[in-house]
């Protein structure tokens, strides 16, 4: 089966085409430069960035996978959870689309997406080692700007979120501490870059809920302690420039933040029996945080699986279209008929 996936979550305008779990082209429009300025993601700007991106982006999609529109068998859509404002634009364009070609749409979760995106082949069904139906139950780790969330996995379609943040999500410390540090934005891979140059240890920075009983996670407490910290720092050393601390200081956020995330994973396999880990989401990016769920992980004859291509980590549509793939598969895809289109509305805080 042919699809065109749709996500317009967030920051990026991006319109993918599946041959079944096969990735025949993955389009991403990046607002970043609009945002940039104003240090995080206005959701009008957005939204004009998406109504002008989306249109270029499905001719470029269909381009590259040297398709027809009415080849297409399906329309997938991320229907949330995301910004309002920037799920109607996708959600729209999904709709004409599949007005005018009669085809069904699949409404899709975006987390379902970060938590499916391993399951992704390139054009030529590689590479192998992607898991598979025998890989389950799995636990999902999703590591994004939204959230952070422990998602117990029975099979496709079959997911009970065990764990979540109660406040700010990891990527969101990223880039409120990006933001603290003048750095710009997205913080999270500046961070990651500045980290690799410096060592942790030296500022006595918490691990968030390393000693809580329970799943959740929670990052604002670090975020905080970074804000009295670099405050600190500035006040007793007031020549001294920021280059002469902020690796160090990267290093250590991020040890905490890896730390944490390693601490919660860990508790949760303690207590739901798996065969593997599934891991999205933009923070996973980061390539401490991988090495260290690699090291830790597959000890305890767990598999670990990421995306096979860096790309699908942070915002895509390539995982929108895995996701509508495995649902129509497995027949539990929120499906709607050209005839009742309407019915579909985006939801802005949809849980997985
Ligand atoms: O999954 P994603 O693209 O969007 C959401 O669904 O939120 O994740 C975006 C988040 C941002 O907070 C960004 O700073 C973070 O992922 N991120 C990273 C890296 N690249 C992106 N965090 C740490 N290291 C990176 N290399
Ligand atoms: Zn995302």
């Known amino acids: 089966m042919f699809i065109l996936a749709i996500d317009t979550s967030c920051d990026e305008t991006s319109v993918a085409i599946l041959k079944d779990n096969r990735l025949l082209s993955n389009v991403i429009a990046s607002q970043i430069d609009l945002h940039k300025k104003w240090g995080g993601v206005v959701p009008d700007i957005a939204r004009r960035a998406h109504k002008e991106n989306i249109e270029p982006a499905i001719k470029e999609a269909l381009k590259r996978a040297h398709l027809k529109a009415n080849q297409l068998d399906y329309i997938a859509v991320t229907y949330g959870p995301g910004l309002a404002l920037a799920l109607e634009v996708g ?7 599949a007005r005018a070609l009669q085809k069904p749409l699949i409404a899709v979760n975006h987390m379902e997406g970060h938590l499916l995106s391993s399951f992704v082949r390139n054009s030529q069904g590689n590479p192998s080692k992607r898991p598979t139906e025998k890989d389950f139950p799995a636990m999902g780790l999703l590591v994004s700007g939204g959230h952070t969330d422990l998602v117990y996995t029975e099979g496709f379609g079959k997911y009970k979120l065990i764990g979540e943040t109660l406040d700010d999500a990891a990527g969101e410390a990223f880039d409120k501490l990006a933001k603290m540090l003048d750095l710009g934005y997205p913080g999270g891979p500046i961070i990651s870059e500045f980290a690799k140059k410096g060592v942790g240890g030296k500022f006595g920075l918490p691990i968030p809920m390393e000693k809580s009983k329970d799943l959740n996670f929670s990052f604002s407490g670090l975020k905080t302690a970074c804000l009295y910290k670099i405050k600190d720092i500035k006040e ?23 730390k944490s995330l390693l601490i919660k994973l860990e508790k949760a396999l303690d207590q739901y029996s798996v065969k593997s880990v599934l891991l999205g989401g933009g923070v996973i990016s980061n390539e401490k945080l991988r090495r260290s769920i690699n090291k830790y992980i597959p000890p305890r004859g767990i598999k670990v699986f990421t995306a096979y291509n860096k790309r699908l980590f942070t915002d895509n549509a390539a995982m929108i279209g895995i996701a509508a793939y495995y649902g129509v598969k497995c027949n539990y895809a929120k499906k709607y008929l050209p005839d009742d289109l309407e019915k579909l509305e985006r939801d802005p805080i949809a849980e997985i």
Do not use: G, H, M, R
């Open 236 to 258: 007793k050393n007031p020549t001294l420039p920021q280059s002469a601390w902020v690796y160090d200081f990267c290093a250590e956020f991020v040890d905490s933040v890896i």
């Open 91 to 97: 959600i729209n364009s999904a709709k004409d689309l």
